[in-house]
């Protein structure tokens, strides 16, 4: 079949970097940004540094210059890269101008997989973790700061025709990777998103910054392993993290906080200078996906009658930035002590 038009929603860094590597290899790409300023610089010429260095013009417009009855059905693909509170308007403002058998991929944080199936249909939906870094440097400038690349499968039950075709499309930017348990690799990449973005993005630290400062880490060890006890009793089977379960950073007790340190120490070596995306949503005055990260936690807790503290508090300290009531700073994790308490 292939894919002859890929609509990417959000030309932010995952969208943005995604749409220029696949542009690179001839593919028929348009991007959609509210950003006027960004969607201009794009088209003359996106800048990606870091792990790469390349110069790519992408076409790109703003949404509502596109979405019109000139272009209906045009998209036999879409890329959702927008941030978890948008998933919902954004791919509902684009329905006009997509195919009715175009699957959506979810190139986001948290799981947004619900959502899109609710839109579009669990048939047309595809989940995807992404293993690779990235950040936002300006209009036109975007960083990739580590190497990896995409997991997908079906939701919620893995391996399709669909998704195999667009692993094929994919892997002409990233390696591609199909799961035939994508819920437990969503669940998986939600772990980190949790502690490292949503801890990180409470105290100020980076990725290396929260595994360096032992209070951070205690919170986020604490997050981690909230997130994995309501996911089994939800029945998620989690995926291994970098070949090992992800069970062998949980912690009950000082013991196991001082090996979870040492393997979070090991494993996130390569990615220390990762900048919460959250925490970069806070600077540029935007709102955080939090309730779609920490948030859905909190709510599947609820559903499956567990309490999940550590990632409530998270959730309520980051709206309270957004709100301008407080800023991120080491002095938010001091009031998670209580949650702590049980590392000695």
């Known amino acids: 079949m292939g894919f002859n038009n890929i609509l990417v929603v959000g030309g932010g860094a995952i969208g943005g970097i995604t749409a220029a590597l696949l542009t690179k290899q001839g593919l028929n790409i348009i991007v959609l940004d509210a950003d006027k300023e960004h969607v201009k610089r794009m088209n003359s010429g996106l800048e990606i540094s870091g792990f790469r260095e390349t110069t790519v013009p992408v076409k790109a417009m703003l949404p509502g210059d596109f979405v019109g009855a000139q272009n209906a ?13 948008h998933t919902e308007n954004a791919l509902k403002s684009v329905l006009p101008v997509i195919s009715k058998t175009a699957p959506v991929v979810s190139l986001q944080n948290g799981i947004n997989e619900e959502t899109i199936s609710k839109v579009v249909g669990v048939e047309r939906t595809i989940a995807c973790s992404i293993t690779w870094g990235s950040t936002n440097k300006g209009p036109g400038q975007l960083m990739q700061t580590t190497d990896g690349g995409f997991i997908i499968g079906q939701w919620p039950t893995g391996k399709s025709k669909i998704v195999d075709e667009t692993a094929t499309l994919l892997s002409k930017a990233f390696t591609t990777e199909v799961s035939d348990n994508i819920i437990g690799d969503r669940w998986t990449k939600l772990l980190i998103t949790v502690s490292l973005t949503g801890v990180g993005t409470t105290a100020g630290l980076t990725y290396g910054g929260v595994i360096e400062n032992e209070s951070a880490r205690k ?7 909230e997130t994995y006890d309501v996911g089994i009793k939800a029945g998620v089977k989690f995926a291994d993290l970098m070949g090992v379960s992800p069970s062998i950073v949980l912690v009950r007790n000082r013991e196991d906080f001082e090996k979870a340190s040492q393997l979070m120490e090991i494993g996130f070596a390569n990615h220390k200078a990762t900048k919460p995306s959250m925490w970069q949503d806070i600077e540029k005055g935007r709102k955080t996906e939090v309730d779609f990260v920490n948030g859905y936690v909190v709510r599947k807790g609820k559903e499956v009658g567990l309490k999940t503290p550590a990632n409530e508090l998270v959730t309520r300290v980051i709206k309270e930035i957004e709100d301008g009531k407080r800023k991120p700073s080491l002095e938010n994790i001091k009031e998670f002590n209580g ?3 049980y590392i000695k």
Not at 73 to 85: E, F, P, Q, T
Not at 219 to 225: P, Q
């Open 339 to 341: 949650i702590t308490a």
């Open 219 to 225: 919170v986020a060890l604490t997050v981690i392993t």
């Open 73 to 85: 059905g045009w998209a036999d693909i879409v890329l959702l890269a927008v941030k978890g509170l």
